[in-house]
T-cell receptor, first 114, second 113 residues
Framework: DQQVKQNSPSLSVQEGRISILNCDYTNSMFDYFLWYKKYPAEGPTFLISISSIKDKNEDGRFTVFLNKSAKHLSLHIVPSQPGDSAVYFCAASGEAGGSEKLVFGKGMKLTVNP | NAGVTQTPKFRILKIGQSMTLQCTQDMNHNYMYWYRQDPGMGLKLIYYSVGAGITDKGEVPNGYNVSRSTTEDFPLRLELAAPSQTSVYFC????????????FGNGTRLTVT
């Protein structure tokens, strides 16, 4: 039973264009969502997050959109750069004040071509 | 700050052997976690700890044990290694405030043959 789903395993875009990474979730108790980026042979690094009280959060070239009614979030990267090539994980949690265990999607490999 | 440090980086075990994966953090984080990542899969939580002396099971705890005697260290023990435990193991930590992100180590790649 996958609570966080990243249905597309890979995406390839041209440098300078927009990258859109999608994520769906099934647990309506989730109220905090994060995106992590992972390079080969390294651990995941935190990229951006959004609380369920918002529908958009922006940080430089990265914007995360949340559609609670559709249980869907997306990460937009504009403009995409070759250094953005990595695996991106969507994650969610829903235990306010608790241990805050994150549930991760399977990841999506983004390739940005020069 | 070194952040989260995991040792070893790589290890090959024979079936039935045991080993301890080490994890230490220097950020004074109360919360620590062990995840495993299998090929093509997301990260699955093995065990976590909300402070020294407190540990709890995650989604896939079978075959593993943990201890948390200090804030800094959170070792993961495999007692009887099995091929199903071949994976990449990530340790992570975070501040105890709600909605603070996880900080990950660089992982231990374990092969059991």
């Amino acid at each position: 039973d996958q609570q966080v789903k990243q249905n597309s395993p890979s995406l390839s875009v041209q440098e300078g264009r927009i990258s859109i990474l999608n994520c769906d979730y099934t647990n309506s108790m989730f109220d905090y969502f994060l995106w992590y980026k992972k390079y080969p042979a390294e651990g995941p690094t935190f990229l951006i997050s959004i609380s369920s009280i918002k529908d958009k959060n922006e940080d430089g070239r990265f914007t995360v959109f949340l559609n609670k009614s559709a249980k869907h979030l997306s990460l937009h990267i504009v403009p995409s750069q070759p250094g953005d090539s990595a695996v991106y994980f969507c994650a969610a949690s829903g235990e306010a004040g608790g241990s805050e265990k994150l549930v991760f999607g399977k990841g999506m490999k983004l390739t940005v071509n020069p | 700050n070194a952040g989260v440090t995991q040792t070893p980086k790589f290890r090959i075990l024979k079936i039935g052997q045991s080993m301890t994966l080490q994890c230490t953090q220097d950020m004074n984080h109360n919360y620590m976690y062990w995840y495993r990542q299998d090929p093509g899969m997301g990260l699955k939580l093995i065990y976590y700890s909300v402070g020294a002396g407190i540990t709890d099971k995650g989604e896939v705890p079978n075959g593993y044990n943990v201890s948390r005697s200090t804030t800094e260290d959170f070792p993961l023990r495999l007692e009887l290694a099995a091929p199903s435990q071949t994976s990449v193991y990530f340790c992570a930590s975070k501040r105890s405030s709600y909605n603070s992100p996880l900080h990950f180590g660089n992982g231990t790649r374990l092969t059991v043959t």
